[in-house]
């Protein structure tokens, strides 16, 4: 299983910004998705997962009402749309995927995406 993240960057606060996450290896459309992040000297932390079919879709709280998470079966990508983004999201953006249908564990980790709000 490969998964390619992109669409990071260097954003001013209020900004946008939008992750792309390709997937490679197996069956995308039958494993739950997700996006965490790590900010410099802080364990890595939950963003949002959504379900193979997108009809179960969760954030952290810290993220709700402004970030977005979406997935494309038929292009096996999995996106997050950043809105409103403040100094505190920066950190390095990760999607991971369901190791088993239905463990609801990610075990398969992309390389990370560099994300970057400035105040």
């Known amino acids: 299983v490969q998964l390619q993240a992109s669409g990071g960057g260097l954003v001013q606060a209020g900004g946008a910004l939008r992750l792309s996450c390709a997937a490679s290896?197996?069956?995308?459309?039958?494993?739950?998705m997700g996006w965490f992040r790590q900010a410099p000297g802080k364990e890595r932390e939950f963003v949002a997962a959504i379900n193979w079919s997108g009809s179960a879709i969760h954030y952290a709280d810290s993220v709700k009402g402004r970030f977005t998470i979406s997935r494309d079966n038929a292009k096996n990508t999995v996106d997050l749309q950043m809105n409103s983004l403040k100094p505190e999201d920066t950190a390095v953006y990760y999607c991971?995927?369901?190791?088993?249908?239905?463990?609801?564990?990610?075990?398969?980790w992309g390389q990370g995406t560099q994300v970057t709000v400035s105040s």
């Open positions: 290896g197996r069956t995308f459309s039958s494993y739950e």
């Open positions: 991971a995927s369901e190791g088993r249908i239905g463990s609801r564990r990610f075990d398969y």
